[in-house]
């Protein structure tokens, strides 16, 4: 019984991240404009990946700070941290699935 709850929960948990998901990216696509949001977007996997490579000794809210950091400096200050999170939580939820599927 536990272990069909818990599979119930883990899917009712990805069923609600995939939709928000869609949702905070079309509303960032509004907010941003959509020729910037893939540059934005590829930015932040890079910032995520170059983090993860240059500080592995970091835990995962420590290396979410720098990484928001980094992505608003590199874009000038023309995202807001709110926008960079959740552009940086879209690629680590891209990165982790491609990690998944090799």
């Not at 019984?1 to 818990?6: E, K, Q, R, S």
């Not at 977007?41 to 995520?48: C, E, G, L, R, T």
């Given at each position: 019984?536990?272990?069909?709850?818990?599979n119930l929960l883990l899917s009712l948990i990805t069923v609600v991240i995939a939709?928000?998901?869609g949702y905070l990216i079309s509303?960032?696509?509004h907010k941003i404009g959509s020729e910037n949001i893939n540059s934005y977007?590829?930015?932040?996997?890079?910032?995520?990946m170059a983090i993860e490579q240059a500080n592995p000794q970091l835990t995962g809210v420590d290396k979410k700070d720098l990484a928001?950091?980094?992505l608003v400096q590199l874009s000038n200050n023309k995202i807001s941290e709110e926008q960079a999170d959740i552009l940086?939580?879209?690629?680590?939820?891209d990165i982790k699935k491609l990690?998944?599927?090799?």
């Open positions: 019984m536990d272990t069909t709850l818990f939709l928000g998901g509303f960032l696509k977007y590829k930015m932040a996997k890079q910032v995520v928001l950091k980094k940086i939580e879209a690629a680590i939820y990690l998944s599927s090799n």
